[in-house]
């Protein structure tokens, strides 16, 4: 399950690698910058699902929909899933 503090990471390492500042980001997407700043740094609380498209799509990023897991996974599940990342 993505939460904000993946997300946030990896809209800064999305942003960085192609070579775009934060103002850049805040230029493209509307989203101020203490809103950005807080997500890129694990400090957002909330952040509503457009802010998250507008950010998402500006640095080439997309959400997956998936069928939910019935059950919440084992560690042995975890290792799997990264394994196979």
Same mark, same amino acid.
């Given at each position: 399950?993505?939460? +904000?503090?993946?997300?946030?990471?990896?809209?800064?390492?999305?942003?960085? &690698?192609? *070579?775009?500042?934060?103002?850049?980001?805040?230029?493209?997407?509307?989203? &101020?910058?203490?809103?950005?700043?807080?997500?890129?740094? *694990?400090?957002?609380?909330? +952040?509503?699902? &457009?802010?998250?498209?507008?950010?998402?799509?500006?640095? *080439?990023?997309?959400?997956? +929909?998936?069928?939910?897991? &019935?059950?919440?996974?084992?560690?042995?599940?975890?290792?799997?899933?990264?394994?196979?990342?």
């Amino acid at each position: 399950m993505l939460d +904000l503090l993946t997300l946030g990471a990896e809209t800064a390492k999305r942003r960085k &690698s192609l *070579g775009l500042r934060q103002a850049d980001l805040v230029e493209k997407t509307g989203i &101020s910058r203490a809103t950005l700043n807080a997500l890129e740094n *694990g400090r957002c609380g909330e +952040l509503g699902f &457009s802010k998250v498209m507008k950010i998402a799509s500006a640095v *080439g990023l997309e959400l997956k +929909l998936q069928r939910a897991q &019935s059950h919440r996974p084992t560690l042995e599940d975890l290792l799997k899933e990264e394994a196979n990342d």
